[in-house]
């Protein structure tokens, strides 16, 4: 896949929408589980799928008025969705769409959560922006699941990740949560700071206290609207974040970063996207594609070097099991060139 003459390899890749009217303003969930079955989530209530690889979707309702950022799903007929704000709604269906049930709910009038992933069949884990707790220390909200959705608990307040004051999580793109090809966990941050947390716990060994690493990130950052928006990672050791300041989505300075020894150090591109990215994916260890308001752009060399290629989508991701990329945003859009 993406085996592209030389003669070509600097050729841009097209973009072309698979749908345009869309019951929606926006999308920014976006689970591509195969190169045929693609799942999407955003305002309005709504969640939308695809069985035949963007020919045709069906639309459901899933609740009034919820802006569900957060989305995973398992297969054609699996999924859940997670609401942003207050009340925060969890959502799972078992047939496809057809019907929804309402797994979790949370009143907090501060509760906002910004991600959600898997990290195996049975362990899931959603990840919110941070609450006080009695003695005043913002804690980050984390969400768990050890039956595969059906039910949800909150991590204790004293054993949640601590976070600086103005430091918090984006909900750009459900990519600022991710799982690691061993089932570990990490989210990285914005705001006041930039940093990326690590929990030890693995789809085989679930952590169940504030075990984290926590590392400063290179990105700018110092204002609500800047920092890291959306991580990536090809395998343990070679990584991606993406951000900027989506209030100045086309400035350029350090908006991009990459690692080759699984975070420990990060280095700028020599030719960064140009602006403001709001979500970042592999496709294999040469060609990444990254997306945000200031357009979308596609690195043949290992994110060395980027060029843009299209307008600007929210969420970006390449089919889990497949090889197609997939876009969501005001539109739905493919990634051609497989």
């Known amino acids: 896949m993406w085996m592209l003459p030389a003669a070509k390899a600097q050729l841009p890749a097209p973009i072309r929408t698979l749908s345009a009217s869309l019951p929606v303003k926006s999308l920014r969930g976006l689970q591509a589980v195969t190169d045929d079955i693609v799942w999407v989530s955003g305002t309005q209530g709504m969640v939308g799928r695809t069985t035949n690889g963007g020919k045709s979707w069906q639309w459901s309702k899933v609740a009034d008025s919820a802006d569900f950022r957060s989305i995973y799903a398992f297969d054609s007929l699996k999924a859940v969705v997670l609401s942003i704000g207050s009340p925060a709604l969890l959502y799972m269906t078992t047939n496809g769409g ?41 804690k980050f909200t984390v969400l768990r699941t050890h039956n595969g959705g059906a039910s949800w608990e909150l991590d204790p307040m004293e054993v949640r990740p601590a976070a600086q004051s103005g430091e918090a999580i984006f909900a750009a793109s459900n990519s600022s949560l991710i799982a690691l090809p061993n089932g570990q966990s990490l989210f990285v941050t914005g705001g006041t700071v930039s940093r990326i947390f690590f929990n030890k716990g693995t789809r085989n060994r679930v952590i169940r206290d504030n075990n984290y690493s926590v590392y400063p990130l290179p990105l700018i950052q110092g204002q609500n609207s800047t920092g890291a928006f959306s991580v990536a990672f090809l395998d343990q050791q070679n990584g991606i974040i993406v951000g900027g300041d989506y209030k100045n989505d086309t400035l350029r300075h350090r908006n991009c970063f990459i690692t080759s020894d699984g975070g420990k150090s990060w280095h700028a591109p020599a030719i960064p996207p140009s602006g403001y990215q709001s979500a970042v994916t592999w496709v294999n260890k040469s060609t990444l594609f990254a997306t945000g308001t200031s357009g979308t752009h596609v690195s043949y060399d290992g994110g060395k070097t980027w060029r843009k290629i299209g307008g600007g989508y929210n969420a970006i991701m390449k089919a889990r099991n497949g090889k197609r990329v997939y876009l969501a945003g005001k539109e739905i859009a493919v990634v051609n060139g497989e």
């Open 98 to 138: 057809r019907s929804w049930e309402n797994v979790y709910t949370n009143n907090d009038r501060d509760i906002f959560f910004d991600g959600l992933v898997f990290l195996s069949d049975k362990e899931g884990i959603a990840i919110g922006d941070p609450l006080k707790d009695k003695n005043g220390q913002e």
